[in-house]
T-cell receptor, first 117, second 117 residues
Framework: DTGVSQNPRHKITKRGQNVTFRCDPI?????LYWYRQTLGQGPEFLTYFQNEAQLEKSRLLSDRFSAERPKGSFSTLEIQRTEQGDSAMYLCASSLAGGVSQKNIQYFGAGTRLSVL | AQKVTQAQTEISVVEKEDVTLDCVYE???????LFWYKQPPSGELVFLIRRNSFDEQNEISGRYSWNFQKSTSSFNFTITASQVVDSAVYFC??????????????FGGGTRLMVKP
C-alpha cells in the first residue's frame, strides 16, 4: 500500500495562468476527496468522487475550478485564471466507502502547495 | 451546519509533560464520526483515531488517549509523557452519516503543539 500520492508538491505560477494538480489515491479506494488549506487554518472541503462520479461540490469551488476522476482512478484538479487568493495547500484524500471497520477513514496525501504571484 | 472548534491555537510544553488538546463540535446529525489527525511539518495529515457517536468509551493507544463526552459535545485528546516528535499541528474533525453527501470532513482550526526538550 503506497499511500496517497500528489504531484507536484510545489507549484509557483503567475496570476492568470492555469494550473493542474494530480492525485493518485490508495489503490482500491473508491472515494476521493479534495480539500484546500490556507496558512494557519484547517482544511476545507472542496469536492469528492465516488468512483468516477463527482457527488458533492463545495460553494468554495468556483467556476474556475474543475475536478475530474476519469475511470475512477487518479484525479486532477484544475484552476483556471489563477488569482492570488488561490494560494494554498491543496490536499487529496481517499477512502473506502462504508461505515464499519477501516472504511470511511480518509487518508491524506502530502498536498500540493500553490503560490500565485 | 457542522462546526468544530479548537480553542487552543498553540500549546508549548516541556518534554515528558502531559498535554490535553481540546475539541468541541456542533452537529444536528444523530449519527456522526469524530476524528483526530496529526500534521507534521512535512504537511501530510496522519490519521490518529475515529470514533462514532454511539461509542462514548474512552480509548487509549500507547501514550495517546481520547475522552469523548456527548453531553458536552467534546472529544479531547491527551498525550502522556510528551516527546519532541509529538510536535505538530493536531486537527479535530467531524463527518456526518456515512453514506450521505455529508461524508466530507469538517475540520477545526488546529492546535499547534510544541514540545521542547
Amino acid at each position: 500500500d503506497t499511500g496517497v500520492s500528489q504531484n507536484p508538491r510545489h507549484k509557483i505560477t503567475k496570476r492568470g495562468q492555469n494550473v493542474t494538480f494530480r492525485c493518485d489515491p490508495i489503490s482500491e479506494h473508491n472515494r476521493l476527496y479534495w480539500y484546500r488549506q490556507t496558512l494557519g487554518q484547517g482544511p476545507e472541503f472542496l469536492t469528492y468522487f465516488q468512483n468516477e462520479a463527482q457527488l458533492e461540490k463545495s460553494r468554495l469551488l468556483s467556476d474556475r475550478f474543475s475536478a475530474e476522476r476519469p475511470k475512477g482512478s487518479f484525479s486532477t484538479l484544475e484552476i483556471q485564471r489563477t488569482e492570488q487568493g488561490d494560494s494554498a495547500m491543496y490536499l487529496c484524500a481517499s477512502s473506502l466507502a462504508g461505515g464499519v471497520s477501516q472504511k470511511n477513514i480518509q487518508y491524506f496525501g502530502a498536498g500540493t502547495r500553490l503560490s500565485v504571484l | 451546519a457542522q462546526k468544530v472548534t479548537q480553542a487552543q491555537t498553540e500549546i508549548s510544553v516541556v518534554e515528558k509533560e502531559d498535554v490535553t488538546l481540546d475539541c468541541v463540535y456542533e452537529t444536528r446529525d444523530t449519527t456522526y464520526y469524530l476524528f483526530w489527525y496529526k500534521q507534521p511539518p512535512s504537511g501530510e495529515l496522519v490519521f490518529l483515531i475515529r470514533r462514532n457517536s454511539f461509542d462514548e468509551q474512552n480509548e487509549i493507544s500507547g501514550r495517546y488517549s481520547w475522552n469523548f463526552q456527548k453531553s458536552t459535545s467534546s472529544f479531547n485528546f491527551t498525550i502522556t509523557a510528551s516527546q519532541v516528535v509529538d510536535s505538530a499541528v493536531y486537527f479535530c474533525a467531524l463527518s456526518g452519516e456515512v453514506n450521505n453527501a455529508g461524508n466530507m470532513l469538517t475540520f477545526g482550526g488546529g492546535t499547534r503543539l510544541m514540545v521542547k526538550p
